[in-house]
């Protein structure tokens, strides 16, 4: 069966619930499509992974990439200062994702990049070196300084209206066409 659309978008009610209101507003921001990535980076003690939706491009010259990281994530303290990579997931690594957030699967592969630590054959991969941090209410934004990146063919990982979807590489960049 087929849910009809509403025709009459959702409107904030007065005297709403300030939880009610958060929620309304988290299902509003789902419905805009992100890709999934994962900022891993070395911390004091250990090997760090995040899943993140939250990711885009700052600059071009110079190269630089923003994140936005829940201050109530595990490793959120740990990454200031620290250089990243931010690892771009390809359609077929939606256990990945999961693994780094928070239900743990099989260990995954590492390489040892030259800025920070990324991981094996993702789609693509930013290794970054710490620019700036902002607060963002809930979250930090870090931003950083690319000095190293790649990219492989395949179809890219998504994430919208709160599950994980494909985007096929032939609706993927535009990079081949300068």
């Given at each position: 069966?087929?849910?009809?659309?509403?025709?009459?978008?959702?409107?904030v009610?007065?005297?709403q619930?300030?939880?009610?209101?958060a929620?309304?507003?988290?299902?509003?921001?789902?419905?805009?499509?992100?890709?999934?990535a994962?900022?891993t980076?070395?911390?004091?003690?250990?090997r760090?992974?995040?899943t993140?939706?939250?990711?885009?491009?700052?600059?071009?010259?110079?190269?630089?990439?923003?994140?936005?990281?829940?201050?109530?994530?595990k490793?959120?303290?740990e990454?200031?200062?620290?250089?990243?990579a931010?690892?771009?997931?390809?359609?077929?690594?939606?256990?990945?994702?999961?693994?780094f957030?928070?239900?743990?699967?099989?260990?995954?592969?590492?390489?040892?990049?030259?800025?920070?630590?990324?991981?094996?054959?993702?789609?693509?991969?930013?290794?970054?070196?710490?620019?700036?941090?902002?607060?963002?209410?809930?979250?930090?934004l870090?931003?950083g300084?690319?000095?190293d990146?790649?990219?492989?063919?395949?179809d890219?990982?998504?994430?919208?209206?709160?599950?994980?979807?494909i985007?096929?590489?032939?609706?993927?960049?535009?990079?081949?066409l300068?």
């Amino acid at each position: 069966m087929i849910a009809k659309p509403r025709t009459e978008p959702a409107r904030v009610v007065p005297g709403q619930s300030s939880v009610a209101r958060a929620h309304r507003f988290r299902g509003s921001l789902g419905r805009f499509a992100t890709g999934v990535a994962i900022v891993t980076f070395d911390g004091a003690t250990k090997r760090h992974g995040i899943t993140v939706n939250s990711f885009i491009s700052v600059s071009m010259d110079p190269p630089l990439v923003l994140v936005s990281i829940a201050r109530t994530a595990k490793a959120h303290d740990e990454l200031a200062g620290r250089p990243f990579a931010v690892n771009i997931l390809g359609a077929e690594q939606r256990q990945l994702a999961m693994h780094f957030a928070g239900r743990p699967g099989p260990e995954p592969r590492w390489v040892e990049g030259g800025t920070a630590p990324r991981l094996s054959n993702v789609l693509a991969y930013f290794e970054c070196r710490p620019w700036a941090a902002y607060d963002g209410g809930d979250h930090t934004l870090y931003v950083g300084e690319v000095t190293d990146f790649n990219y492989r063919t395949g179809d890219a990982l998504a994430y919208a209206n709160s599950a994980f979807t494909i985007i096929p590489e032939s609706q993927l960049g535009m990079e081949d066409l300068l």
